[in-house]
């Protein structure tokens, strides 16, 4: 290969080449067992993009779908985790209820604390100027779905796959399932 093309595709990946515009497409489809899945994209080439989500979805046993067949299934909240050892149910439903938070649920040693797509940066401002600590890794605006799928077996490991794949994809930014899985069933699928 030439090392003009080398240098040009290097230069346009970095974005110092007028030109290359980004945008933001979101895919829809259906995995196996009926599982709704959305994925989020930043690509400079949609004419690549799609042919590479349509051949994952049709290679592990799922369909591609129409703009809004499955995003319905979906609704945009902000979602922060705490840690239960930095601060206490009550003190926290003081402050994150007072800021514009949905609801407080505790799961195992964690809180998770929902918020609507608008008050979330501030319930986590709050939650910072109150010195409670916001597991940063754990904290931004999520797709919910409405109601799930559960799968075991064969389908679960084959939609698990599927995800993998579709989060490995290079211009996928986030993947959303309304999947189910039990915890002994996933350990046995990563096994």
């Known amino acids: ?9 290097i230069q346009k990946g970095t974005g110092e080449l007028p030109g290359v515009s980004y945008e933001e497409v979101t895919y829809e489809g259906y995995g196996p067992g009926g599982v709704a ?14 042919p590479e989500i349509r051949h994952l979805f049709s290679k592990h046993n799922g369909n591609m ?17 705490i ?17 514009g938070a949905e609801d407080i649920e505790q799961i195992e040693e964690h809180f998770e604390v929902s918020t609507p797509p608008e008050a979330f940066h501030t319930v986590q401002e709050a939650l910072e100027a109150a010195e ?5 890794s754990e904290a931004g605006l999520v797709m919910e779905p409405q109601n799930t799928v559960t799968l075991e077996g064969q389908k679960a490991a084959q939609c698990l796959r599927l995800l993998d794949l579709l989060e490995d994809q290079d211009d996928a930014q986030n993947v959303w399932a309304n999947l189910e899985v039990d915890a002994d069933e996933l350990e046995s699928s990563t096994a």
């Open 65 to 81: 779908g129409e703009p809004n067949s499955v995003a319905w299934m979906f609704h945009k909240r902000g979602r922060l985790t």
């Open 37 to 50: 899945i959305l994925i989020e994209t930043l690509t400079d080439n949609r004419m690549r993009t799609t």
């Open 83 to 99: 840690s239960a050892d930095s601060t206490t149910e009550e003190t926290l439903l003081e402050i994150a209820l007072e800021a």
């Open 132 to 136: 409670v600590e916001v597991e940063v």
């Open 1 to 9: 290969m030439p090392a003009d093309n080398i240098k040009r595709a």
